[in-house]
Antibody
Framework: EVQLMESGGGLVQPGGSLRLACSASGFTLSSFSMNWVRQAPGKGLEYVSGITANGGMTFYADSVKGRFTISRDNSKNTLYLQMTSVRTDDTAIYYC??????????WGHGTLVTVSS | DIQMTQSPSSLSASVGDRVTITCRASQSISSYLNWYQQKSGKAPEILIYAASSLQSGVPSRFSGTGSGTEFTLTISSLQPEDFATYYCQQSFSSPRTFGQGTKVEIK
């Protein structure tokens, strides 16, 4: 069974940094592209970032470009999202998503990031 | 970036109703269009991928059509468990943008 477990969320001050992790099990992480998708409280889904299976290509929403970095360690079955220079509008639940056939096949339960002073 | 626009933003319907949600892309995305269902407090789940392919395990009352810039999600006979928010997403190019969502509520 595919399982994605996000961690690393919490309260961070504006301008601060945070690293999210997504531990994957039940499949071979190195065979799949992965995404981060977020959802601000009471709002819709927003694509944040994506990374190809071998990590060779990364993609970002304009809203996070230059501040967030996606990476992966296939040997540890873990996906990461390094968040820097965070802003209050980065407050959201962050979901880790396994991509299959160009769509989000499996989603984690999410981790809440709150940016506030 | 490709902009995705869903309509309506919300709708009220009764059990047994036929429901149609539309998603429009700002440029042609061929058939790279996916539909997700999100219930309150839960992570989204895939319903339809590649515009019209039903994900395994999803009831056949859900169907998707369209190509290019205009797409529809249809629920042929609304069931109590279908009250949720539905999102389209394009997977033609990165960033993989979502529509703003359509909330389906009980009438």
């Amino acid at each position: 069974e595919v399982q994605l477990m996000e961690s690393g969320g919490g309260l961070v001050q504006p301008g601060g940094s945070l690293r999210l992790a997504c531990s994957a099990s039940g499949f071979t992480l190195s065979s799949f592209s992965m995404n981060w998708v977020r959802q601000a409280p009471g709002k819709g889904l927003e694509y944040v970032s994506g990374i190809t299976a071998n990590g060779g290509m990364t993609f970002y929403a304009d809203s996070v470009k230059g501040r967030f970095t996606i990476s992966r360690d296939n040997s540890k079955n873990t996906l990461y999202l390094q968040m820097t220079s965070v802003r209050t509008d980065d407050t959201a639940i962050y979901y880790c998503v396994k991509v299959e056939n160009y769509y989000g096949h499996s989603w984690g339960h999410g981790t809440l990031v709150t940016v506030s002073s | 970036d490709i902009q995705m626009t869903q309509s309506p933003s919300s709708l009220s319907a009764s059990v047994g109703d036929r429901v149609t949600i539309t998603c429009r892309a700002s440029q042609s995305i061929s058939s790279y269009l996916n539909w997700y269902q999100q219930k309150s407090g839960k992570a989204p789940e895939i319903l339809i991928y590649a515009a019209s392919s039903l994900q395994s395990g999803v009831p056949s009352r859900f169907s998707g059509t369209g190509s290019g810039t205009e797409f529809t999600l249809t629920i042929s006979s609304l069931q109590p468990e279908d009250f949720a928010t539905y999102y389209c997403q394009q997977s033609f190019s990165s960033p993989r943008t979502f529509g703003q969502g359509t909330k389906v509520e009980i009438k």
